[in-house]
């Protein structure tokens, strides 16, 4: 376990080297709440479908894990995401002065549906899973990469998964990432967009999220 922790930290270095270069990376994904979601059972596998998004590089080095099982289902549901039709639909739908940012708006539209309608999807209440989740990233702390470790106070403090059942939430969460952005915040103001468009995202999201849980229920690497 020492050495899966210490080539976890060693690859999540090159990811803190990107992080740092110049601009903000708009293909980055940010839907941490829909990952959850998605996660294989246990905590290992929970914690790998957020660190996802914080470790870079090849996982082969790795020993095989549930979580460096669920680091890899998370890239691999990255990829179905970002050529799935319906979230194609959904880009086509941000303005096209924010095209080059659909894919981080549409992320976290998707998680504020995902909020909002949280019991459709799962037994446990998302004040219970949110607490649950946060519970995981303080008592692992020393585990998180840089990045995370630096975001986990915030998205604690903040309750990120909870608030994204509301719209004003989403809103200020994606006009603090365009404080990230060079020039201009396009962002900013971003969620009238989907204020605007908010039946059209919402037969997307409920398009593609059943599609999504059966991708990553079946895949291999969840087993």
């Known amino acids: 376990m020492c050495g899966q922790h210490t080539l976890l930290r060693r690859l999540s270095g090159a990811a803190e080297s990107a992080h740092h270069a110049p601009g903000f990376d708009s293909r980055r994904h940010l839907n941490f709440l829909a990952h959850l979601y998605l996660s294989p059972p246990g905590e290992d596998a929970l914690l790998g479908s957020l660190l996802g998004d914080f470790v870079k590089g090849p996982l082969e080095p790795l020993p095989q894990s549930p979580l460096t099982r669920a680091i890899a289902l998370h890239r691999k549901l990255d990829l179905f995401t970002d050529s799935h039709p319906m979230v194609l639909a959904s880009k086509a739908r941000v303005s096209a002065g924010r095209r080059r940012f659909a894919g981080v708006m549409v992320d976290l539209f998707?998680?504020?549906?995902?909020?909002?309608?949280?019991?459709?999807?799962?037994?446990?209440?998302?004040?219970?899973?949110?607490?649950?989740?946060?519970?995981?990233?303080?008592?692992?702390?020393?585990?998180?990469?840089?990045?995370?470790?630096?975001?986990?106070?915030?998205?604690?403090?903040?309750?990120?998964?909870?608030s994204y059942a509301e719209v004003d939430a989403?809103?200020?969460?994606?006009?603090?990432?365009?404080?990230?952005?060079?020039?201009?915040?396009?962002?900013?103001?971003?969620?009238?967009?989907?204020?605007?468009?908010?039946?059209?995202?919402?037969?997307?999201?409920?398009?593609f999220m059943p599609q999504a849980l059966r991708f990553c229920r079946e895949h291999p690497l969840a087993r």
């Open 110 to 162: 998707y998680d504020h549906f995902l909020a909002r309608d949280w019991r459709e999807f799962h037994d446990e209440p998302l004040d219970a899973f949110s607490r649950r989740v946060y519970g995981m990233l303080e008592r692992r702390f020393a585990e998180l990469p840089p990045r995370l470790q630096r975001m986990a106070p915030h998205m604690i403090a903040g309750d990120w998964l909870g």
């Open 170 to 207: 989403v809103g200020e969460a994606l006009d603090r990432i365009g404080t990230r952005l060079r020039g201009d915040n396009r962002l900013y103001g971003s969620a009238d967009e989907l204020r605007a468009q908010y039946a059209g995202f919402e037969a997307d999201f409920r398009d």
